[in-house]
């Protein structure tokens, strides 16, 4: 509780809000805007919450990024575990999987009509499945940034040990940075600086933003509290500033220059980079992950033969714009009256770190 009452500290905030705003009254004249984007659904969560982008000036612009794993998987991905599980394989998959919209249906839809389809807390509930249903086969859905790779991938080895044969993943890993390469280099999206993800950087490290700040894009790591928020935003414009660009590690309680190498290591070992469509942003060259051949019998696309195309996304749903920060949630036509969280029409609506789904809970 102490904890939790050091970063939501009022004075402290009040005192941080006040030096933002003089920072940002401090800007050169002829710069009227810095756009600062945060890569972390948490992030994005956390910023609707504690009600923090009402509470900057109009000179600062707090942007939502691609930093949701579930809102950036495409409709494609979602039709081939549908059709796996319509071939009778058991389906394992985090929750907030279950109502993201494939082409013309949800994993919830295709479980209503019959599919076994588990949700599961921890993926070692899909290996005890496995284990306990020999004669199934079981596939889970591996979804994710760095942060939650090397706990999914570690499945492989653990089933492997285990003599366990009929547990597979379906990948759709995504790795941040080739992501932020790519809005960088977006003419359509407009950044002047990185609020970087804290989990993501638990694993990669401080280090792997360093190409961006040496391009001349400040990058601040920092945490989810609203003093970790604020104290990050306060760290750009103070960057901006002085005319600098560095990388600015504002949750070094967590987060090491060099990351976390054992996690590094296990990730290493079992995946290879390979080219990834990202919902919204189309195929960016090696910005995802997949099993590395040795490991096929793991691999649920070789294994039973399966393409996961890039889909149909629902027509109208802005939800690629506003993965890239192009638009606000608000500016969706859908958005509250066609698209909710009971009845979404795209998987910014669907997980509670899309950033639609922020909107909705805390900013209407």
């Not at 970790?228 to 090491?256: K, M, P």
């Not at 590094?264 to 195929?283: E, F, H, K, N, S």
Request: net charge neutral; proline share 7%; hydrophobic share 45%.
């Amino acid at each position: 509780m102490r904890y939790l009452e050091a970063f939501r500290n009022p004075k402290a905030a009040a005192a941080l809000r006040a030096r933002i705003h003089d920072r940002a009254r401090a800007l050169p004249a002829g710069r009227k805007r810095v756009a600062i984007m945060e890569v972390c659904g948490s992030h994005t969560m956390a910023v609707s919450r504690y009600g923090i982008r009402q509470i900057l000036p109009e000179q600062v612009e707090l942007i939502s990024g691609p930093g949701c794993p579930v809102c950036v998987t495409p409709p494609g991905y979602v039709d081939a575990a549908i059709e796996l599980a319509r071939s009778g394989i058991i389906i394992v998959t985090f929750g907030d999987m279950l109502n993201v919209p494939g082409s013309a249906q949800s994993l919830a839809q295709c479980r209503a009509a019959g599919g076994r389809i588990e949700i599961c807390y921890s993926p070692t509930a899909a290996l005890e499945l496995a284990a306990g249903q020999p004669d199934r086969e079981v596939v889970f859905l591996a979804i994710g940034f760095e942060t939650t790779i090397a706990t999914v991938v570690s499945l492989v080895p653990e089933a492997t040990r285990r003599g366990i044969d009929n547990l597979s993943l379906l990948t759709a890993f995504k790795l941040v940075p080739p992501a932020l390469s790519a809005l960088l280099a977006d003419a359509d999206v407009a950044v002047d600086a990185f609020l970087c993800p804290a989990h993501v950087s638990a694993i990669i490290g401080a280090n792997a933003y360093r190409p961006y700040a040496e391009k001349g894009v400040p990058c601040v790591i920092a945490g989810f509290e609203p003093l970790d928020i604020l104290l990050g935003l306060d760290g750009v414009l103070e960057q901006v500033l002085a005319g600098q660009a560095t990388v600015d590690n504002q949750y070094s309680r967590v987060v090491r220059p060099d990351g976390n190498p054992k996690a590094q290591a296990l990730i290493g070992r079992y995946l290879v980079p390979v080219d990834a469509t990202w919902r919204g942003m189309g195929t960016i060259p090696a910005s995802g992950m997949a099993l590395r051949g040795e490991f096929a019998r793991h691999d649920a696309q070789k294994r039973f033969d399966i393409v996961v195309g890039p889909g149909t996304e629902s027509p109208g749903c802005l939800c690629g714009d506003v993965i890239k920060g192009k638009r606000r949630p608000m500016e969706c036509a859908m958005f509250g009256s066609a698209c909710t969280p009971e009845h979404p029409v795209g998987p910014c609506m669907v997980s509670s770190e899309g950033s639609c789904s922020a909107a909705y809970k805390y900013e209407r």
